[in-house]
């Protein structure tokens, strides 16, 4: 996303700020509660979104060093993502290539990945190595049984992958530059201190609640405050879409006084921040494909 957008963006809610307003539709939405409990539109979900799209499957920091490996499941499909030894990240199918057993299990280091069911090695970018008691076993071409790979990308300390070996989209157009906006988070230095994984609803539930700044100073009047902001502007970035809330203030970091927009953009020279104070931000971004976490199980 261009510079000149985000200024066009900043504007129109500047706008719409001043004139206390936001975008609405011609009337309200009704979604129908089978959306979200329909076993079979689930199925077809999971085919045409999670295995189809780019997810964001790990951060940077669960594989810090070369060798470093994680095994996963995402919707059904057994994951495993490895630290080659030239540093860059590689997501396989977890199955051995002869009786379709999984190689690895949960995470660590290692340089190569043995099969409990027939011994089979793979080397950690998942060429085979090895088989067990070649002489009995017959002679193959290891070149043609090496662990089946995925599309993987890691930007802005993300690793990125789609569950299509065949997939012929670019995950790094499909971003189209969101990339460069979570950049601004760090996350290619910050550190891995604990992780829980957490049962949740169908996915969209979580989805929809990202999308929803209508709920912030009541469920979260406690951490925001019950003044805070509940109106969202919505602008499409490719296939993914930025939310902001229209205003002409911005909540000034690490103090509660506020500041009129044109007044900071003209001070700091910038269109857009990601503004925090006593725990608010009043500017996100969500993709699809960054919701994998919550796409992964019901």
């Not at 662990?147 to 990125?160: D, V």
């Not at 000034?252 to 900071?264: E, I, V, Y």
Request: aromatic share 10%; glycine share 8%; charged share 25%.
């Amino acid at each position: 996303m261009s510079r000149q957008q985000l200024l066009e963006m900043t504007r129109s809610l500047v706008e719409h700020g001043k004139a206390d307003t936001m975008e609405l539709v011609d009337d309200v939405v009704a979604v129908p509660a089978s959306d979200y409990t329909d076993e079979a539109r689930f199925e077809r979900e999971k085919e045409l979104i999670f295995k189809r799209l780019p997810l964001m499957m790990a951060p940077s920091c669960e594989l810090p060093e070369p060798g470093c490996y994680k095994a996963m499941e995402m919707a059904g499909i057994p994951v495993l993502i490895t630290r080659q030894k030239d540093g860059t990240a590689q997501a396989f199918l977890n199955s051995c290539t002869h009786r379709g057993n999984p190689v690895a299990q949960g995470s660590g280091k290692a340089s190569r990945f043995t099969c409990g069911y027939h011994g089979w090695t793979f080397k950690n970018d998942g060429d085979l190595l090895a088989i067990a008691s070649p002489k009995d076993f017959g002679t193959v071409d290891k070149a043609n049984f090496c662990l089946q790979k995925f599309p993987t990308l890691e930007r802005a300390g993300l690793i990125w992958v789609t569950l299509d070996p065949n997939s012929t989209l670019d995950i790094e157009s499909y971003l189209c530059g969101y990339d460069s906006l979570l950049e601004h988070f760090g996350f290619d230095g910050w550190h891995l201190f604990d992780q829980r994984t957490i049962p949740g609803p169908n996915w969209k539930t979580a989805y929809d609640g990202y999308l929803d700044f209508y709920h912030l100073p009541v469920l979260h009047k406690d951490t925001f405050g019950s003044d805070f902001f509940n109106r969202a502007n919505y602008f499409a970035w490719g296939p993914h879409q930025r939310l902001s809330s229209p205003s002409k203030f911005i909540q000034k970091p690490a103090a509660t006084s506020s500041l009129t927009l044109p007044r900071w953009m003209k001070k700091t020279g910038r269109s857009t921040r990601c503004c925090r104070a006593s725990g608010r931000s009043s500017r996100i971004s969500r993709s699809p494909a960054s919701m994998a976490a919550a796409g992964a199980e019901r």
